[in-house]
Every structure is written in C-alpha cells, then in structure tokens.
C-alpha cells in the first residue's frame, strides 16, 4: 500500500513537472513570437520587451493561439501594415522551434 501511494506521488511530480515545462516553453514561444512582431512594427529595446509581454498576456485570454493572432494582426494594422495567418502561423512555429532548442 506505501509502495502505490509513493508511486502515486512520483507520478503527480512528474506529471506537473511536465505541465510546467509545458507552460513555459508556451511562454517562451510566445515570447519570441512577440519579440519577432514588435521588430516588424518597428519597437526596440524596452518597447519590444513591453510588446512582447503583452503577446505573452493576449494568449491567455481563450485556449489555442487565435487570441494572439488578432492582437498582433489589429496592431499591424494599426501601423498600416498586413500580414496573413499563414505567416503568423509559419513565424509561431519557428519560434517554438527556437524555444525547444533552448530547453
């Protein structure tokens, strides 16, 4: 009974040390995704981070990524440029690519 109660507790520690790793590459794509956006619109230092930051924030409004695409597709078009969910979606997967890596 002590051995399945110990195996229990190193699954649950497994388990939410998965979920963490998770949520912070998550957090690691979407920064790197939001630092690619703030250079397109033309922000630098701070006011890339800050950008970046708020990309970060957008997604956790709704479960997926489409949260996160309408901010960054309404601030490009608020600085009078367009860009397709294609490349949104293309430069979201480069930027996951870039968060595995960094493990």
């Keep these: 009974m002590a051995a399945d109660k110990t195996k229990s507790h190193t699954h649950e520690r497994e ?10 590459r998550l957090a690691r ?27 970060i924030y957008s997604d956790l409004d709704e479960p997926g990524e489409d949260d996160m695409f309408r901010k960054v597709t309404a601030d490009f ?19 996951m690519h870039k968060a595995e890596a960094e493990k």
């Design 77 to 95: 078009e608020r600085h009078g440029k367009k860009v397709s969910r294609d490349t949104l979606m293309q430069k979201l997967a480069e930027s």
């Design 29 to 55: 794509r979407n920064k790197l995704f939001g630092l690619w956006a703030a250079k397109e619109l033309g922000y630098d230092g701070e006011a890339a981070d800050a950008y970046a930051r708020d990309v």
């Design 15 to 24: 388990h939410a040390h998965r979920e963490e790793a998770d949520f912070k």
